[in-house]
């Protein structure tokens, strides 16, 4: 039989993917600030769909989950692209500019971490949680000539990514008639004090938590009680006024920046721990002869000729991006040494943070690696040398010009990361499958471009319908902007190095905060118990609790799902099937987020598809009610697909 792998039915599938996931990404982070790895749910439906062919292999089945997982990491840009509206700066998401911001930045990311394949894949001892779990799905849903097949598995599973999507619809769909409420709220009096307790009937969500995990529950959690059991009761002491009220604009106006402190103290912490591992494996792989190469043509990288002359265009078009951005402006005599120094700054902070976010891939997996300490970093460096060197020379009305500036500049360099961070982790998927490595390089890049084609409109239609919290010129149709915690975070701190109007006490308050949750959490370590991450704690703090707390009900239900399934038959395929449940509620709710927005927009009605009055008074216990007994037979019909 002809082998196939880098095929265009591949190439087409794998992009199909990737906008469906990148789509559900951009909604989902904007809403709560976690986006999904699209690795193994796009292995799973690619696996169920070229079965239909009986032609499709263990390899381009591979190639599909290459394209797919690369457009879905790219959506991570919302963690900075948004704050260039959230100042002011854009009315809109220009196409264009956007489309060349993550193009460019994510291809990047693929020939920047190309040459570092060898020294972090073939020859490092690094274990990639998440490529090797990829890797294992895909055997194990292979055909009989290249793996054991388990058709029971190769046959259902995408069946449960359609059940999770189909369930989170249908809730969606209930909820925006109005019939069942959204989520439910109730504030009250806490001695002098106030606080309250809210959730979302969120899906989504539940599929967030169930990914994520217990161990990030509990810190959320954690977080919650130091923002609504301790932060906003001491804060509110003493004051007279509706109790919601007061809560809310405390947590908006103080209490986000003790999170925005802790978020940061974690996000340096995590880089810091992670720092000498980097070095070490470096170090210990080019000893070991990282350079060596194999007379294996599927051991073959992109020509180093192809990946300069592919690297040279992408600059060059990146300064030009530069200079389009700046002339005409208040920066405009400025022009060619921003553009030349943003270019610099781009190749070697975007060469750093390949290697840094390949290497935290490769050891604590793309999800878990705190890739946003990455922009952090980078927007806090990007101000600071604006500060220091254009500033003074171009006076205080360039100053909303130069946050401008640092925003777009960063957000090509964490396109960069995103993609690096991500980029390793399939090389090490298609290792283990027996890929060619230069293969899956132009499948990263068919990937970039097809998330690229789509994370711009998606942005656009959800900043027409909701919103963005800051935004001085919001229009939006819906009352309830979308939080888009790391992009307010990330505009917040730019604003605060180059405008000087960050509330630093508030910001070092969180950073204690953060410093004592880190010192928390690396006992707990020593101890050998159930870790505490310090950036969720920090999430917990900063988001809103009806956003966090159905994330942390996500996680609870997975713990008991997994002890449930342990003293199952085939508990390893019903753990996948799990995930896959989770990744299809994300799915299918995100997407009809997304419709709903078009509605939205097109109808310029906040709520189209409404069909009781907003203070219908059943509907919060029917939204709870239909809430929890989706998630109960879903989970109940997911333990069962375990029996032929």
Not at 187 to 202: D, E, H, I, K, W
Not at 444 to 453: D, E, T
Request: net charge neutral; with cysteine; glycine share 12%.
């Amino acid at each position: 039989m002809k082998e196939t792998e880098l095929t265009i039915r591949a190439c087409i599938l794998g992009a199909v993917i990737a906008i469906v996931f990148t789509a559900a990404n951009v909604y989902l982070g904007l809403k709560v600030g976690i986006t999904i790895a699209s690795s193994i749910p796009a292995a799973v439906i690619s696996m169920g769909i070229l079965r239909l062919f009986n032609t499709g292999t263990i390899r381009e089945n591979n190639i599909v989950q290459t394209v797919a997982s690369a457009g879905g990491t790219l959506s991570a840009i919302i963690f900075v692209l948004p704050g260039l509206v959230m100042i002011g700066w854009w009315r809109n998401f220009p196409p264009l500019e956007t489309f060349l911001v993550c193009a460019l930045g994510g291809t990047l990311g693929v020939l920047f971490s190309i040459p570092l394949r060898r020294a972090l894949v073939v020859n490092s001892p690094l274990p990639y949680p998440e490529g090797v779990a990829a890797a294992e799905v895909l055997k194990v849903g292979a055909r009989a000539d290249e793996a054991p097949a388990n058709i029971l598995e190769r046959t259902r599973g995408p069946l449960v990514v359609l059940y999770g999507a189909i369930v989170a619809a249908f809730m969606q769909i209930v909820t925006f008639t109005g019939v069942a409420a959204a989520g439910i709220a109730t504030y009250f009096r806490v001695g002098a004090g106030v606080s309250g307790l809210s959730t979302s009937f969120s899906l989504a969500l539940i599929g967030a938590g169930h990914l994520v995990g217990i161990s990030v529950g509990i810190a959320m959690l954690v977080g919650i009680f130091i923002a609504w059991g301790i932060s906003i009761p001491y804060l509110s002491a003493g004051l007279e006024g509706d109790a919601a009220e007061l809560a809310n604009n405390i947590r908006g106006s103080q209490v986000r920046f003790i999170g925005a402190g802790t978020i940061g103290v974690a996000a340096i912490w995590s880089l810091l721990a992670l720092a000498r591992p980097v070095f070490d494996g470096l170090v210990a792989t080019a000893r070991a002869g990282a350079g060596a190469k194999s007379g294996d043509a599927r051991d073959r990288d992109l020509s180093l000729g192809l990946i300069a002359l592919l690297s040279a265009f992408c600059l060059a078009m990146i300064g030009w991006l530069l200079f389009d951005f700046v002339r005409g402006g208040e920066l405009a005599a400025f022009g060619w040494p921003l553009v030349i120094g943003g270019v610099i700054f781009t190749v070697v902070i975007g060469a750093f943070v390949a290697t840094v976010a390949g290497y935290m891939a490769g050891l604590i997996g793309a999800s878990n690696s705190p890739v946003s300490g990455i922009g952090i970093l980078a927007i806090v460096c990007a101000a600071l040398l604006l500060a220091q060197f254009v500033q003074p020379l171009a006076g205080p009305e360039a100053t909303n010009a130069l946050i401008a500036f640092a925003l777009f500049t960063v957000a090509i360099v964490f396109s960069i990361a995103t993609i690096s961070n991500d980029n390793l982790q399939d090389l090490k998927t298609g290792q283990l499958v027996g890929a060619s490595p230069w293969r899956q390089q132009i499948a990263l890049i068919i990937g970039v471009l097809a998330g690229a084609a789509v994370i711009g409109p998606v942005l656009d239609l959800l900043n027409q319908a909701y919103g963005f919290p800051g935004d001085p010129n919001r229009a939006a149709i819906t009352a309830e902007p979308l939080g888009a915690p790391q992009a307010a975070l990330i505009s917040t701190l730019a604003r605060g190095v180059l405008n000087a109007d960050l509330n630093w006490n508030l910001i070092g308050i969180g950073a204690i905060v953060g410093l004592a949750v880190i010192a928390v959490d690396e006992t707990l370590g020593r101890l050998k118990l159930m870790r505490l991450p310090p950036m969720a704690i920090g999430i917990g703090i900063y988001l809103p609790m009806d956003t966090t707390s159905p994330v942390i009900f996500g996680a609870v239900i997975a713990w008991f799902y997994a002890r449930a399934i342990a003293r199952a038959g085939q508990a390893e395929m019903l753990k996948r099937f799990g995930v896959l449940l989770a990744s299809g509620l994300i799915v299918g709710e995100s997407l009809l987020g997304i419709l709903n927005a078009g509605a939205i927009v097109s109808s310029g009605s906040a709520t189209p598809f409404a069909l009781v009055p907003a203070d219908f008074a059943q509907a919060p216990l029917i939204g709870g009610a239909l809430f929890v007994a989706l998630i109960a037979l879903s989970y109940i019909w997911v333990g069962r697909q375990a029996k032929a």
